[in-house]
């Protein structure tokens, strides 16, 4: 089953949500979860085993208990780091740095939300699968425009006309996270960044599944993209100036990406990503390597290398 058959079963209800879980479409209606498609399921993931439970219905009920997602007591603010280098975590040392001056996200509840908050960016992204529908809920929206929020009544996911609501609201340095699977047409958020004459850091992420089209349209526009369980994403990234980490791993692809990334570390480990010959191609991880930099919390080897660099604690089976 494919998320367009999901939707169209459910989409008359009026509180219906649907992520992804290890691979598998989840949907879920008046916080309880109603259906696991396991057709498209991950056999391993090594994010998903970090973060606890391989069962599918039970990590989504523990996320629905323990951050209210998908209901009314959804948490917007968090400080806190929710995974190593997610987009959320980049996105808020991001702003609060002063690298962008507003992220555009996607919530449950909510839909696209425009933010100039890093907690509450974090607070959306943190834990967040991805997500390809969602309801509106009033008391998420509420809580989300009281911390000065931009958001859809109907709760959308349209990034593109969130880019052109943070545009019209002054802001000239966003980020925004787009849908790999599901979302816009990348070279469209570079056609309204020109035309806008602003700065945006696309950031890819849910890539599982891509076509080799959809992929090339990614490397064609992103700055960074997150490769899930994407076999194309990985094979053909070997033009990426850095790639962070092995098993999921991070690409950048553009000196806004590694600008964007600098803001994720410390001063001298942003002086050293500044540094890195264009013409090279470099590996981040957590072994090896004499010159080491802090990103977020954990610290990285900085190591030139042929990218992409494979490992065998990586998604099964790949797609």
């Given at each position: 089953?494919?998320?367009?058959?999901l939707?169209?079963?459910?989409r008359h209800?009026?509180?219906?949500h649907?992520?992804?879980?290890?691979?598998?479409?989840v949907?879920?209606?008046?916080?309880k979860?109603i259906e696991?498609?396991?057709?498209?399921a991950l056999?391993?993931?090594?994010?998903?085993?970090?973060?606890?439970?391989?069962?599918i219905?039970?990590?989504?009920?523990?996320k629905?208990?323990?951050?209210?997602?998908?209901?009314?007591?959804?948490?917007?603010?968090?400080?806190?780091?929710g995974?190593?280098?997610g987009?959320?975590?980049m996105?808020m040392?991001?702003?609060?740095k002063?690298?962008?001056?507003?992220?555009?996200?996607a919530c449950?509840?909510?839909?696209?939300?425009?933010?100039t908050v890093?907690?509450v960016?974090?607070g959306?992204?943190?834990?967040?699968?991805g997500l390809?529908?969602?309801?509106?809920i009033?008391?998420?929206?509420a809580?989300?425009?009281?911390h000065?929020?931009?958001?859809?009544?109907?709760?959308?996911?349209?990034?593109l006309a969130?880019l052109?609501?943070?545009?019209n609201?002054?802001?000239?340095?966003?980020?925004?996270?787009?849908?790999?699977?599901?979302?816009?047409?990348?070279a469209d958020?570079r056609?309204i960044?020109h035309?806008?004459?602003?700065?945006?850091?696309l950031?890819v992420?849910?890539t599982?599944?891509i076509t080799?089209q959809r992929?090339?349209?990614i490397?064609?526009?992103?700055d960074?993209?997150?490769?899930?369980?994407?076999?194309p994403?990985?094979e053909?990234s070997?033009?990426?100036?850095l790639q962070?980490?092995?098993?999921?791993p991070i690409f950048?692809?553009?000196?806004?990406?590694v600008?964007?990334?600098?803001?994720?570390?410390?001063?001298?480990?942003?002086e050293?990503l500044?540094s890195l010959d264009p013409?090279?191609?470099y590996?981040l991880?957590s072994h090896g390597g004499?010159?080491r930099?802090?990103l977020?919390e954990?610290?990285?080897a900085?190591?030139?290398?042929?990218?992409?660099i494979?490992?065998?604690?990586?998604?099964?089976p790949?797609?």
């Amino acid at each position: 089953m494919e998320p367009e058959d999901l939707i169209a079963k459910y989409r008359h209800l009026p509180d219906f949500h649907l992520t992804r879980i290890l691979g598998a479409w989840v949907a879920i209606a008046g916080g309880k979860v109603i259906e696991v498609d396991r057709s498209h399921a991950l056999a391993c993931c090594p994010l998903q085993a970090m973060l606890g439970t391989g069962d599918i219905e039970e990590y989504a009920n523990q996320k629905i208990a323990e951050l209210g997602q998908f209901t009314p007591a959804r948490e917007v603010w968090r400080e806190t780091f929710g995974v190593p280098f997610g987009a959320s975590e980049m996105m808020m040392f991001a702003l609060r740095k002063g690298t962008i001056d507003a992220a555009i996200t996607a919530c449950d509840g909510a839909g696209t939300v425009v933010t100039t908050v890093p907690e509450v960016v974090q607070g959306i992204g943190a834990r967040m699968n991805g997500l390809f529908h969602t309801s509106p809920i009033a008391k998420v929206q509420a809580r989300l425009r009281s911390h000065g929020c931009l958001a859809f009544d109907d709760a959308r996911i349209d990034q593109l006309a969130g880019l052109q609501r943070a545009i019209n609201a002054g802001h000239r340095r966003i980020a925004v996270t787009v849908n790999g699977r599901f979302g816009a047409p990348p070279a469209d958020v570079r056609r309204i960044e020109h035309e806008a004459g602003v700065e945006v850091t696309l950031l890819v992420v849910c890539t599982t599944g891509i076509t080799d089209q959809r992929t090339d349209a990614i490397l064609a526009s992103a700055d960074l993209a997150w490769t899930c369980a994407s076999r194309p994403m990985r094979e053909k990234s070997a033009a990426a100036r850095l790639q962070v980490t092995q098993g999921i791993p991070i690409f950048v692809y553009t000196a806004r990406g590694v600008e964007f990334l600098a803001a994720y570390s410390d001063e001298a480990g942003a002086e050293v990503l500044r540094s890195l010959d264009p013409a090279k191609h470099y590996l981040l991880a957590s072994h090896g390597g004499p010159s080491r930099i802090r990103l977020g919390e954990s610290t990285v080897a900085v190591l030139e290398a042929t990218l992409p660099i494979r490992s065998r604690n990586e998604p099964t089976p790949l797609d």
